[in-house]
């Protein structure tokens, strides 16, 4: 395998861009993420991009967005209908060909201008799931319902991994949700979707995303520290909700395995894991094989914190490499998914440059 | 619960509506177009690298991906670069076929807008015609482009292919 590295990252995010469109708010992150490495996009030897039409509620918006990137002359450039973490992939696939160094990967999204939870009921199978309209936090609810039936974790886990994700989000100037709040406080907030209270869920953010990639010495020509992708893989587990144990994450496992997470010895220093609701970040560290009390989980405080839909996957991969390359850590494991119910999983293997 | 064997009768199809709504954000610099139209002007903005004026403005040129400068009026007169004759009506239009849509080039603009055109037997229609819009009655006006009904033909000589031959 070619060694690629995450060479410079940028983002924004906001609570309701109510001025700026997503061409007008991605433009500044493109330009900020390619400043550090001195090359254009026209430098570019390949573009991705994750995003959903859906968000925006406009067919083609994704090739709207292409406008902030510059594309003429014209540009080699591909679109994933999912995170932008899954353009990533497709980014490093290209980059092993060998016949290119370089990729921008952006993703973009705003989650405001429809209702989130509805919008996200497409992504279910359009025969028998979707047509009852089930929203997102019913859905995750269930699936918090199911961890908790398990005995593998209790309300009071929740408010931990909640008040762990405030704390942490203070140091971080993108999180929307941020502050220091009592366990036991949180638990006397009402029920939102039973089992789940609604700082339990995330919320509404609007935002953008952008990766350079590099291979082999360009990167070190690129950055000061590179930080290498040492593995990547994405699995999925089955549509029907109905069919699959909801309190693990086989794929987030066989994800993780097939990346190297258990070639990282004694563990990796730190974790950005996808968790839109809290539960989920739970089955996330048991799946991934986590120790608590040797890796940081979610320092960037997660997805509960700052949630652009389509982008905060990406921003996992961006936060851990810029902890890295920051000399925070010398290994991290960053996660995304999508699809309701963490049903599909992408798990990106991270080291500084020794 | 019946015994009886369901039926082998395949199903067919189902409906399952779908309704979402939006609260569009058009962004600052087609907000700028919109609310000139609705005062009857029509607003560009120039690309600062290209120096092409960009219409309707989205946000940044699409060439050059740099966000638009200085606005700049666009006249309602203009060239008719391309068109269609359309026979064939398409779900919710109500207009009378046959009808021809256009790509104009507004006179002050670089880069051209799809609008109906009316006032000329279909078997007169040519690139390079000039062109003016027709607007709905004042009272009318919202921020749309809409506003304009269409473009009809006026008495100019038309233009010159290598005009706007870049833009075909």
Redesign the interface.
């Known amino acids: 395998m070619r060694d690629v590295a995450v060479v410079s990252y940028a983002q924004f995010a906001a609570r309701n861009?109510?001025?700026?469109?997503?061409?007008?708010f991605l433009?500044p992150v493109?330009k900020e993420a390619l400043a550090p490495t001195g090359l254009t996009?026209q430098d570019m030897g390949f573009t991705v991009s994750g995003s959903s039409d859906?968000l925006?509620?406009q067919s083609f918006a994704f090739v709207?967005a292409?406008?902030?990137?510059?594309?003429?002359p014209p540009i080699a450039e591909s679109h994933v209908e999912m995170d932008g973490a899954f353009a990533l992939y497709e980014a490093w696939v290209r980059l092993q060909h060998g016949d290119i160094d370089t990729a921008l990967v952006y993703a973009f999204g705003?989650s405001?201008?429809?209702?989130i939870g509805?919008?996200l009921s497409?992504q279910l199978d359009?025969?028998l799931a979707?047509?009852l309209w089930p929203d997102a936090a019913s859905l995750a609810a269930l699936q918090a319902r199911v961890l908790l039936d398990s005995g593998k974790a209790s309300e009071k886990d929740l408010a931990r991994v909640v008040a762990r994700s405030r704390r942490s989000a203070l140091g971080n100037p993108h999180a929307q949700l941020k502050g220091e709040y009592d366990e036991a406080a949180l638990l006397d907030e009402p029920l939102y979707a039973d089992p789940l209270r609604k700082h339990d869920l995330p919320p509404i953010t609007d935002g953008a995303a952008v990766i350079v990639l590099a291979a082999g010495d360009r990167a070190r020509d690129l950055c000061e520290k590179p930080v290498w992708i040492r593995g990547i893989d994405h699995r999925i587990d089955g549509q029907a909700l109905g069919s699959r144990d909801l309190s693990v994450s086989p794929s987030t496992t066989l994800a993780g395995r097939k990346a190297g997470l258990g070639d990282i010895g004694g563990g990796v220093d730190l974790a950005e894991l996808h968790a839109p609701f809290s539960h989920q970040e739970l089955i996330l560290t048991e799946a991934l094989g986590l120790d608590e009390t040797r890796t940081r989980i979610n320092p960037s405080g997660g997805a509960l914190a700052s949630n652009p839909v389509m982008v905060a996957g990406l921003v996992r991969i961006g936060e851990a490499a810029a902890r890295l390359a920051a000399g925070d850590g010398q290994t991290a494991v960053a996660h995304a998914t999508g699809g309701p119910c963490l049903q599909q999983n992408l798990v990106c293997v991270l080291e500084a440059d020794k | 619960m019946s015994t009886e064997p369901v039926t082998a009768v395949p199903v067919s199809e189902i409906v399952t509506p779908i309704r979402l709504d939006y609260r569009y954000t058009p962004g600052e610099a087609s907000s700028r177009f919109l609310r000139g139209m609705k005062e009857g002007r029509i607003l560009g903005r120039r690309c600062p690298s290209c120096l092409k004026v960009i219409l309707p403005p989205r946000g940044c040129c699409s060439m050059c991906g740099e966000l638009l400068g200085e606005e700049v009026e666009v006249k309602d007169s203009g060239t008719l670069v391309t068109f269609a004759v359309v026979n064939v009506n398409f779900a919710n239009r109500t207009i009378d076929l046959p009808y021809v849509t256009g790509e104009v080039l507004f006179d002050g603009a670089d880069m051209t807008t799809m609008v109906l055109l009316s006032g000329v037997p279909l078997d007169e229609v040519r690139m390079g015609m000039r062109v003016k819009a027709v607007w709905l009655p004042e009272e009318q006006w919202d921020y749309t482009l809409a506003n304009i009904d269409h473009v009809e033909p006026i008495d100019e000589p038309d233009a010159d292919y290598e005009s706007f031959k870049e833009l075909l």
């Open positions: 861009e109510q001025s700026r469109n997503e061409i007008e433009l493109v996009s859906y925006a509620g709207s292409l406008d902030a990137v510059g594309p003429w705003k405001s201008p429809g209702d509805r919008v497409l359009p025969y979707g047509p």
